[in-house]
C-alpha cells in the first residue's frame, strides 16, 4: 500500500501539477523515485498486488499518472485504488476486504508519521515503513526491505498472472450485478472443473498455497 506523494515521485502533485514533479528517468535509474517504482514493478511482475491509498482526487492521480509515461509504473498496475479523505486504515480494511487478504500479507508506506500511527494502531499486524526522502536522496533501501520481505514468500508460475486475474474479478463482480439470480451468472461464465493429479514441485506449491485460502 505505497502513497504516491513523495514515495512514487517527488513532489506534491496537487501543488506543483502533474507536470512538476520529479520522477528521475532510465538514464540514472539509481535515482530513488525511479528506482523505487522498478522495485514495485518487479514484485508486481512476479505476483505481487500492488494497491494505492491516497487523501487526494482521483481525477490529479489519473492525469499525473498520464502525463508522465516515462515513469516505469501505470495506473493500470495498481489492483485497487482509493484516493479519497477518508482514514487510510478504513481503505485498506476495504481493500483487504475486497481482495481477500490478511493483514500480514501487507506492507503500508507513508512520508507521515501521523498516517502511519493512525494505520499501525488498526493493523498492528502490518508492516508499516516510514521514509520520505528529497529528490535529490539516492537510496535503494525501500527496494531492499520489501523486496526482503516478500522474499519469504513462495512464488509459482500462476502468481505471475495474480495481477491480471484479480482486475478480471473485479470485472465479474460488476457483471454478476447484471444478473437476476447467482445461478444465471454462474451459468454464463462457463466454467469448467477439471481434476489432475499433482505431478511436479511447482503444483505442489500452487495446492500449498490454496489450502490457506478462505474462499
Not at 504516491?4 to 501543488?15: S, T
Not at 490529479?60 to 502525463?67: A, D, K, M, R
Not at 495481477?163 to 462457463?190: A, H, P, T
Amino acid at each position: 500500500f505505497p502513497s504516491h506523494d513523495n514515495r512514487l515521485w517527488g513532489g506534491i502533485a496537487g501543488e506543483v501539477g502533474s507536470s512538476g514533479i520529479d520522477i528521475g528517468d532510465k538514464n540514472n535509474p539509481s535515482l530513488y523515485f525511479y528506482q523505487f517504482q522498478m522495485d514495485l514493478l518487479k514484485l508486481k511482475n512476479a505476483g505481487v498486488l500492488l494497491t494505492l491509498v491516497t487523501k487526494n482526487s482521483f481525477e490529479i492521480l489519473q492525469e499525473t499518472f498520464n502525463s508522465n509515461r516515462q515513469m516505469p509504473l501505470s495506473i493500470s498496475d495498481f489492483v485497487a485504488i482509493k484516493s479519497n479523505w477518508k482514514p487510510k486504515s478504513e481503505n485498506i480494511r476495504e481493500i483487504l476486504r475486497d481482495l481477500n487478504l490478511h493483514e500480514t500479507a501487507g506492507v503500508f508506506i507513508d512520508d507521515s508519521e501521523f498516517e502511519l500511527s493512525e494505520v499501525q494502531s488498526n493493523f498492528p499486524n502490518l508492516l508499516c515503513l516510514h521514509k520520505n526522502y528529497s529528490s535529490e536522496h539516492i537510496s535503494n533501501m525501500d527496494g531492499k526491505l520489501i523486496s526482503d520481505f516478500f522474499k519469504s514468500k513462495q512464488f509459482t508460475t500462476i502468481d505471475s498472472k495474480r495481477n491480471q486475474m484479480y482486475i478480471d474479478e473485479n470485472s465479474r463482480k460488476e457483471s454478476k450485478n447484471k444478473f437476476k439470480s447467482y445461478q444465471d451468472f454462474l451459468n454464463s461464465l462457463g466454467m469448467k472443473i477439471k481434476i489432475k493429479r499433482i505431478k511436479n514441485q511447482n503444483q505442489i506449491a500452487r495446492a500449498s498455497q490454496l489450502s490457506f485460502r478462505t474462499n
